[in-house]
C-alpha cells in the first residue's frame, strides 16, 4: 500500500476537502465565499502575528521611565511636565476633566477647613485667636504645617538600614478640641462663621458626587484626607461618566427631573458645582480670610495643603462662570494616582524618535505593591522626594516622619536586585514650598533633631537632606551606578523642563550604549 502523499490526489483529506461532484451553483456560491472568508481570517491572524512581532521588536527598543516616590511627592506633576514637552495638544484634550478636579479641590479644601472651626466651635479663645493672626498677617502663609511635634522620640533607629534621620520626633495626637475655656461660641466671629458654613452647605454636599464622578464610585481604604483615587485614563472616563454612558449617576437622575432625554454632551454636574462656586465667590472669600482660620492657620491647628491654598488663592478666578483652567492650575491640581499608569512618548533626540514609556505610580504604601512588576525592564527610575515635607507626617502612618518614609524608601529602590543596573535619578523636590516654610522661621530641628544647631537657612537643608539621600545610595551601591541628583520645583515648568532635557539626554547616553549603538 503506497503511503498517501500530502500532494497526492489520493490524499485523503484532500479527498475529503474536495467538493462533491454533485454540488449545485448555489452551494459552489456559498462554499467559495466561505472559503473567501477563511482565506481573509488566516491572512488577518498572520498579520496580527506580524505586527506584534514588529511591535514586540520595537518596544525592545523603547526607553523605560519609572516615576517613583511616596505620595504627594510630586510623580504626577512630573509626568504632566513631560506631557506638556512631548504631546502639548493632549493637555487640551483633557481640560475640561482637570475643572472637575479643581472644583473637587476647592469643596474638599473649603469642608476641611469647616471641619477644623467646627471641632474648635466650643473651645475657642477668640481673643487669642485674633491676636495671634493680627500679628501674622503680613507673613506668607505656610503650606501643609504639620502640628508642634512632642519631645523628640527617634522614629527610626540609625540601625534601620542606615537610612532614618535620627530623631524625627513623633507628631502627637491631634489637639483639636483640647482644653481651651469654652467661651467663644456666641462671638461675633462665631456668628459669622456659623452663617457661612449655612450658606455653604449646599455646595459642601457635592463633595461626594464629584468624588464620584472622578473615581468612578471606586473608593480605596486609607484614603487618609479623603481623596480621590484614579486609574489611568480617567480622563476619558469622567466625560463618559458626565455623559451617563457609563452608569446612572448624578447627571442622569438631573436629567430625568429635568425633563432631558437627549446627551447633549455637557456635565450636569460640573455645570452646577460652577454656578454654585460663583454664587459662593464672596462667602468663601470671606471664610478664607476670616481672622479665626487666619489664626488657626497661623497656630498650626489649621493644616491646609499646597493645592487647597493655591485654589482657595486664586478663588476669584476660579469661581468665575467662564472659568478654564490654566496649564498652571492643572499643574496643581491633586489627584491620587491608583496603580501604575503609563503614558507613552516620541522622544526625537539627534535625529531618531524613540519611544518613552512613563510610569507614573500611585505613591501611598498601599499602592507600592504594584510597583514590582515594572522593575524587571526598566531603564532609568526618576525618585521624587518632596524636601519641604520635613513637618509632615504619612497620610497611611501618622507616626512616620515623611523625609524618613521617603529614605526608607529609597533605601528599598537602591537595595533592589531587579534595578541594580537602571540609571538612578533622584529629584529633591517642593524646594518652592521648603524656602517658603524657612522663611517664615519654621525650625527643621524641631521635627529633626538630628539636624542639631546648624543654620536654618535653605541651602544648609537642602544641603542636609541631599547629603542622607547621597549616603543611602554610597552604602546600597555595590554596581557603582552614578546617582544624579537635582533640586526641583515641579510646578514651575520652565525649569523643570529645563532639568527633563539634561535628564533626558543623560538617559539617552546610557540607553545608546547598552544598545550598543555607540
Ligand atoms: N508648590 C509645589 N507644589 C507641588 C510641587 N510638586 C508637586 N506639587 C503639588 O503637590 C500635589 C501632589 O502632587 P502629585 O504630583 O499629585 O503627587 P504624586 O506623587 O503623584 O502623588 P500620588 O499619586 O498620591 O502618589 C499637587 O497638588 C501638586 O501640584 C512643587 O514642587 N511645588
Ligand atoms: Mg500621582
Redesign the pocket.
Known amino acids: 500500500m503506497r503511503t498517501p502523499s500530502l500532494y497526492s490526489q489520493d490524499d485523503p483529506i484532500s479527498a475529503a476537502l474536495k467538493p462533491s461532484p454533485s454540488e449545485t451553483e448555489a452551494e459552489r456560491h456559498a462554499r467559495l465565499v466561505a472559503e473567501a472568508e477563511a482565506r481573509r481570517v488566516s491572512e488577518q491572524i498572520d498579520e496580527d502575528l506580524r505586527q506584534e512581532r514588529e511591535r514586540m521588536k520595537r518596544n525592545k527598543g523603547d526607553v523605560k521611565l519609572l516615576l517613583l516616590?511616596?505620595?504627594?511627592?510630586?510623580?504626577?506633576?512630573?509626568q504632566k511636565q513631560f506631557q506638556l514637552m512631548y504631546k502639548p495638544n493632549s493637555i487640551d484634550q483633557e481640560r475640561t476633566s482637570w475643572k472637575t478636579v479643581i472644583y473637587f479641590n476647592v469643596v474638599h479644601s473649603l469642608k476641611h477647613i469647616l471641619a477644623i472651626l467646627e471641632a474648635w466651635d466650643d473651645s475657642l479663645d477668640e481673643d487669642s485667636l485674633e491676636e495671634s493672626a493680627s500679628v501674622s498677617l503680613n507673613k506668607s502663609r505656610v503650606?501643609g504645617i504639620a502640628q508642634q511635634p512632642s519631645p523628640s522620640t527617634s522614629l527610626i533607629n540609625s540601625s534601620s538600614a542606615g537610612s532614618g534621620l535620627s530623631g524625627s520626633p513623633a507628631r502627637p495626637s491631634s489637639s483639636v478640641g483640647s482644653s481651651h475655656p469654652v467661651n467663644a461660641s456666641r462671638e461675633p466671629g462665631a456668628v459669622q462663621i456659623g452663617n457661612l458654613r449655612r450658606r455653604l452647605t449646599p455646595l459642601m454636599a457635592t463633595d461626594t458626587p464629584l468624588a464620584d464622578r472622578l473615581s468612578g464610585g471606586i473608593t480605596v481604604s486609607g484614603s487618609g484626607k479623603g481623596g480621590v483615587y484614579v486609574r489611568s485614563g480617567w480622563q476619558a472616563r469622567t466625560i463618559e461618566n458626565a455623559l451617563g454612558r457609563i452608569k446612572p449617576n448624578y447627571d442622569a437622575e438631573l436629567k430625568k427631573s429635568r425633563g432631558i432625554t437627549h446627551d447633549s454632551g455637557q456635565d450636569i454636574l460640573v455645570q452646577d458645582v460652577g454656578r454654585m462656586l460663583t454664587a459662593a465667590k464672596d462667602d468663601i472669600k470671606e471664610l478664607w480670610s476670616h481672622p479665626t482660620v487666619e489664626g488657626l492657620i497661623v497656630r498650626r491647628k489649621l493644616k491646609l495643603?499646597?493645592?487647597s491654598e493655591f485654589f482657595l488663592r486664586h478663588i476669584s478666578r476660579v469661581a468665575a462662570p467662564d472659568y478654564t483652567p490654566t496649564t498652571d492650575d492643572i499643574?496643581?491640581?491633586?489627584?491620587?494616582?491608583m496603580g501604575v499608569a503609563e503614558h507613552v512618548f516620541d522622544v526625537n533626540i539627534h535625529g531618531k524618535s524613540v519611544s518613552w514609556h512613563l510610569f507614573?505610580?500611585?505613591?501611598?504604601r498601599g499602592?507600592r505593591h504594584s510597583w514590582v512588576p515594572y522593575f524587571d525592564d526598566a531603564n532609568a527610575i526618576i525618585f521624587?522626594a518632596?524636601v519641604s515635607a520635613f513637618d509632615q507626617y504619612l497620610e497611611e502612618d501618622p507616626r512616620t516622619n515623611r523625609i524618613d518614609d521617603s529614605l526608607q524608601l529609597f533605601t528599598q529602590i537602591c537595595s533592589n536586585a531587579l534595578l541594580k543596573s537602571v540609571h538612578l535619578v533622584l529629584f529633591l523636590?517642593?524646594?518652592?514650598?521648603l524656602k517658603a516654610k524657612l522663611d517664615t522661621g519654621l525650625r527643621v530641628r524641631k521635627y529633626i533633631t538630628s539636624f542639631g544647631e546648624r543654620s536654618n537657612d535653605y541651602e544648609t537643608v537642602v544641603q542636609y537632606f541631599r547629603a542622607h539621600f547621597l549616603q543611602v545610595h554610597r552604602r546600597n551601591n555595590e554596581n557603582r551606578r552614578v546617582l544624579y541628583t537635582h533640586f526641583?520645583?515641579?510646578?514651575?515648568t520652565k525649569a523643570t523642563q529645563r532639568i527633563i532635557g539634561n535628564v533626558r539626554d543623560a538617559i539617552f547616553r546610557g540607553y545608546l550604549q547598552s544598545a550598543a549603538l555607540v
Open positions: 516616590g511616596q505620595a504627594e511627592s510630586g510623580k504626577s506633576t512630573l503650606n495643603d499646597e493645592w499643574l496643581h491640581a491633586r489627584i491620587q494616582t507614573d505610580v500611585g505613591g501611598a499602592q521624587v518632596p523636590n517642593k524646594t518652592d514650598l526641583t520645583s515641579v510646578v514651575d
